[in-house]
């Protein structure tokens, strides 16, 4: 094996060749260099060696902006998909009398079934959708009066 140094030298009766290649690694705008050291065996053999961790610049941690759980519903009159799915059932009809929470809508997205609940009490106005139609993150799926 090479040392940094470029000198040659033999690891527990093996010989190896290693070749340290850097990268430069873009994330989030921030450069990062990394070195990557790739060893050829002589003979095959997996030799457990430690790796020394080299500090590197890390870009500073921000949260993400909380967003509400995508089986809520929009505040306000009218209750839009938080998702794309297909309505699996349609639990209110026009003049039902509903409670903050109740279940409005249920909407499968990647094989998981989102109730999308009432956001206050209220009564339905109108339901703009049905069972099996296929809806988009943002279409309106019921209005209270």
Known sequence: MKS??????KEKGFNHMSTVKTFRIVIDGE??????????AERSA???R????VP??????TSAPKASPPAAASGGDDVKAPLQ???????VAAGDQVKAGDI???????????????PHDGEIAKVHTSKGVVVSSGDLLVTFK
């Open 4 to 9: 940094r140094s470029g000198a040659r030298y």
């Open 31 to 40: 450069e990062y260099f990394v070195e990557v050291e790739e060893v050829k």
């Open 46 to 48: 997996s030799i457990p």
């Open 50 to 53: 430690p790796v020394k961790a």
């Open 56 to 61: 590197t610049p890390v870009a500073p941690v």
């Open 85 to 91: 799915g297909t309505i699996l059932s349609v639990d």
């Open 104 to 118: 409005l809508v249920v909407i499968e997205a990647m094989k998981m079934e989102n109730e999308i609940v009432a």
